[in-house]
T-cell receptor, first 113, second 115 residues
Framework: GDSVTQMEGPVTLSEEAFLTINCTYT??????LFWYVQYPGEGLQLLLK?????DKGSNKGFEATYRKETTSFHLEKGSVQVSDSAVYFC????????????FGQGTELSVKP | EAGVAQSPRYKIIEKRQSVAFWCNPI?????LYWYQQILGQGPKLLIQ????????DSQLPKDRFSAERLKGVDSTLKIQPAKLEDSAVYLC?????????????FGQGTRLTVV
């Protein structure tokens, strides 16, 4: 079945460092890909999405490009802030699955001043 | 716009007891999801409703878990009897309906501890 694999955390960075969180997926069809973020004490929020190959999703300085040839959707940010400390989840949703999301295990990011 | 509301936020029960969680989705959202998030793992779909009909409950342990969505609005998820491995955060989410993905909005979740 479909699955999502993320790099293990926790990831600890200094403020203004470059961030990459790796995400690869296995899918039977042509899924849409997502990054969700969970800030401490809050619910999951959609951070960005891409619906087809070579699409780039972006939001709040974060970017991820849908790479079909490598089945990847890595999250990047050029300069992280303390406020980016959160747990990040990569997810996919297959077409015609009614919006069901399949999540990776999550990667905890901690940014130090 | 009000978000997805869940209650209670926290619950501690003994194994073999029963427990129920409540979810009120965003107004007008026809699709409602219950996910289970075990510590250190990503959320896993338990059940999906479209209005008050079940779309997908393939991952719901039906011998102990049940869920309903009355009148296509609020939903309850019940566990009876609870096991230690049911300790997790139970997330409710809702979205507008459609065959493909539309953004799902998540509640803050209910953290269940079974002792």
């Amino acid at each position: 079945g479909d699955s999502v694999t993320q790099m293990e955390g926790p990831v600890t960075l200094s403020e203004e460092a470059f961030l990459t969180i790796n995400c690869t997926y296995t899918a039977t069809g042509y899924p849409s890909l997502f990054w969700y973020v969970q800030y401490p004490g809050e619910g999951l929020q959609l951070l960005l999405k891409a619906t087809k190959a070579d699409d780039k999703g972006s939001n709040k300085g974060f970017e991820a490009t849908y790479r079909k040839e490598t089945t990847s959707f890595h999250l990047e940010k050029g300069s992280v802030q303390v406020s980016d400390s959160a747990v990040y989840f990569c997810a996919l949703s297959e077409y015609n699955q009614g919006g069901k999301l399949i999540f990776g295990q999550g990667t905890e990011l901690s940014v130090k001043p | 716009e009000a978000g997805v509301a869940q209650s209670p936020r926290y619950k501690i029960i003994e194994k073999r007891q029963s427990v129920a969680f409540w979810c009120n989705p965003i107004s007008g959202h026809a699709t409602l999801y219950w996910y289970q998030q075990i510590l250190g793992q990503g959320p896993k779909l338990l059940i999906q409703f479209q209005n008050n009909g079940v779309v997908d409950d393939s991952q719901l342990p039906k011998d102990r878990f049940s869920a309903e969505r009355l009148k296509g609005v609020d939903s309850t998820l019940k566990i009876q009897p609870a096991k230690l491995e049911d300790s997790a955060v139970y997330l409710c989410a809702s979205s507008v309906s459609g065959p493909t993905y539309t953004e799902a909005f998540f509640g803050q979740g209910t953290r269940l501890t079974v002792v």
